[in-house]
């Protein structure tokens, strides 16, 4: 099966500041590689996701980076602000499966 | 946002009485999957299913038993409930092979 590492598991910056959180996965049949972020009380929530065939994929203060050969991705956050601050998922998929693997998850706190 | 509901929300129940939570969803999705997310966030898989009639056990062995009859409707039970059955339950469903849409999950507690 999929083996998933994901670091840090505790991020604290300031408002403004960048944030970066990277996945690296085992399985090289992956193909599709998804972010979710939890709010307290609720469950997690889809915020970006890339597919293989594409490197990098940005949407206004996310980002997220997709390095094939070395087994990894990452979620880029830039101007962070403190409703930001949540639980961060990764969870790639292997092309033949419905299941993905989650990470055990990066707490991000963003201080006013 | 999705639409997908998990009825209760908190549920705090004393060992031994059989439990059921209620997991829905209005969009269509064969897919539907239960979760245990234990104090240190990380999701286990505990049940999932390719649809009606069709039930897999996940990774994380649980006691829990689940059924699908109906496409929109997962529900899970617990036949005998224990204090290490304490914790947060989150119930999702995909289509396809993309995106996974949970519900806002049923905190229990067993005392």
């Known amino acids: 099966g999929e083996n998933v590492e994901q670091h840090p598991s505790t991020l604290s910056v300031q408002e403004g500041d960048s944030a970066v959180i990277k996945c690296t996965y085992s399985?090289?049949?992956?193909?599709?590689f998804p972010w979710y972020k939890q709010e307290l009380g609720k469950g997690p929530q889809l915020i970006i996701d890339?597919?293989?065939?594409?490197g990098e994929k940005k949407d206004q203060r996310i980002a997220v980076t997709l390095n094939k050969t070395a087994k990894h991705f990452s979620l880029h956050i830039t101007e962070t602000q403190p409703e930001d601050s949540a639980v961060y998922f990764c969870?790639?998929?292997?092309?033949?499966?419905?299941?993905?693997?989650f990470g055990r998850g990066t707490s991000l706190i963003v201080h006013p | 946002e999705a639409d997908i509901y998990q009825t209760p929300r908190y549920l705090v129940i004393g060992t031994g009485k059989k439990i059921t939570l209620e997991c829905s969803q209005t969009?269509?999705?064969?897919?539907m999957y239960w979760y245990q997310q234990d104090p240190g966030m990380e999701l286990h898989l505990i049940h999932y299913s390719y649809g009606v009639n069709s039930t897999e056990k996940g990774d994380l062995s649980s006691e829990s038993t689940v059924s699908r009859i109906r496409t929109e409707h997962f529900p899970l039970t617990l036949e005998s409930a224990r204090p290490s059955h304490t914790s947060q339950y989150l119930c999702?469903?995909?289509?396809?092979?993309?995106?996974?849409?949970f519900g806002p999950g049923t905190r229990l507690t067993v005392t």
């Open positions: 890339i597919r293989s065939n594409v």
């Open positions: 969009m269509g999705h064969d897919k």
């Open positions: 999702a469903s995909s289509e396809f092979r993309d995106e996974q849409y």
């Open positions: 969870a790639p998929r292997s092309g033949g499966s419905y299941i993905p693997t």
């Open positions: 399985d090289s049949a992956s193909n599709y």
